[in-house]
T-cell receptor, first 114, second 115 residues
């Protein structure tokens, strides 16, 4: 089954404690991205990657890092989380070989930073 | 730069009545347009997309959407709403000329269908 898998689904952490949210896809997609969802703001892109070792900032990259060492994995790293990073996070993947392909989303990670 | 507007934060409709969720977009080139639905505690599920051709696109769960180039709109419709259609709906656009795959999402519209 084609899917994007995120872990964990729920995470509560304290300010400043480094954390990683994992994302994996099994569709051999080149393009992967991270979004955060906040009420009234919709989905905002944090970072994206067009292929292995190719990453770039999205609209709201401050406070986040990513890496793309393998095609299937795209972890999101918060080196020093702060309360304003409390949000619902989604990983997504798609192919860029055909621009008309929809994005596939993970189930989401609800992060609370206290 | 591309953008998407969903002018209504919430749409309320009685079960059995027609449902419309509005979306307008702005892109520099030609658009690929998408609708997604999000149920509570779930990820985004793809509903339908407009790529080219027929302006009326049919998708999952009885939903359809009409592409109107002159009005730059892509409204989502369902002839007869169900209580189970209550969810958060997102419109998204992707520029045909953008090979890097970025999707621009609207802020979302909460649909509430009452029995």
């Amino acid at each position: 089954e084609a899917q994007v898998t995120q872990n964990p689904r729920y995470l509560i952490t304290v300010t400043g404690k480094k954390l990683t949210v994992t994302c994996s896809q099994n569709m051999n997609h080149e393009y992967m991205s991270w979004y955060r969802q906040d009420p009234g703001l919709g989905l905002r892109q944090i970072y994206y990657s067009m292929n292995v070792e190719v990453t770039d900032k999205g609209d709201v990259p401050e406070g986040y890092k990513v890496s793309r060492k393998e095609k299937r994995n795209f972890p999101l790293i918060l080196e020093s989380p702060s309360p304003n990073q409390t949000s619902l996070y989604f990983c997504a993947s798609t192919t860029i070989r055909t621009g008309n392909t929809e994005a596939f989303f993970g189930q989401g990670t609800r992060l609370t930073v206290v | 730069a591309q953008s998407v507007a969903q002018p209504e934060d919430q749409v309320n409709v009685a079960e059995g009545n027609p449902l419309t969720v509005k979306c307008t977009y702005s892109v520099s080139g030609n658009p690929y347009l998408f609708w997604y639905v999000q149920y509570p505690n779930r990820g985004l599920q793809f509903l339908l997309k407009y790529i080219t051709g027929d302006n009326l696109v049919k998708g999952s769960y009885g939903f359809e959407a009409e592409f109107n180039k002159s009005q730059t709109s892509f409204h989502l419709k369902k002839p007869s709403a169900l209580v189970s259609d209550s969810a958060l709906y997102f419109c998204a656009v992707r520029d045909v000329t953008d090979s890097w795959g970025k999707f621009q999402f609207g802020a979302g519209t909460q649909v509430v269908v009452t029995p």
